[in-house]
Every structure is written in structure tokens, then in C-alpha cells.
């Protein structure tokens, strides 16, 4: 079973997008921050990230 989500918001900054799936024991996250702006990401484990503008990719073992 695949689980999934995709948002996308337009910020007066510029688009903000996030993606994540769950798949083959692994989660995903696929994540756009526009310039001049930062971002937390939460993993299911509880690590926490702060990441500035740019595109990032976060994967860890996920079993549901």
C-alpha cells in the first residue's frame, strides 16, 4: 500500500510545495522553499530540520 500527499501554496514570496510518500519501507519528502524564506521540517522519526530557500529531498526507513 502506497500512502501520499502533494500541497503547493503561492506566499507573497513565491510557491511553497511539499511531497511526501510512503513506499516500499521508505518516507520521502520532497520540499520547495522560495528565496528569502526558511522552513521546519519534522521527519516521522522526530528529527527536526531548518532549511533556508532551495529544494530539498529527506528519506528515511518507514515502516506503517
Not at 526558511?38 to 526507513?61: I, M, N
Request: overall charge negative.
Amino acid at each position: 500500500m502506497e500512502n501520499h500527499s502533494n500541497i503547493e501554496v503561492l506566499s507573497i514570496y513565491g510557491q511553497i510545495s511539499c511531497q511526501w510518500k510512503c513506499e516500499g519501507g521508505r518516507f520521502v519528502l520532497e520540499a520547495a522553499v522560495p528565496f528569502n524564506t526558511s522552513a521546519t521540517v519534522v521527519l516521522p522519526s522526530g528529527e527536526v530540520k531548518e532549511v533556508d530557500c532551495g529544494s530539498y529531498r529527506f528519506e528515511e526507513p518507514y515502516m506503517v
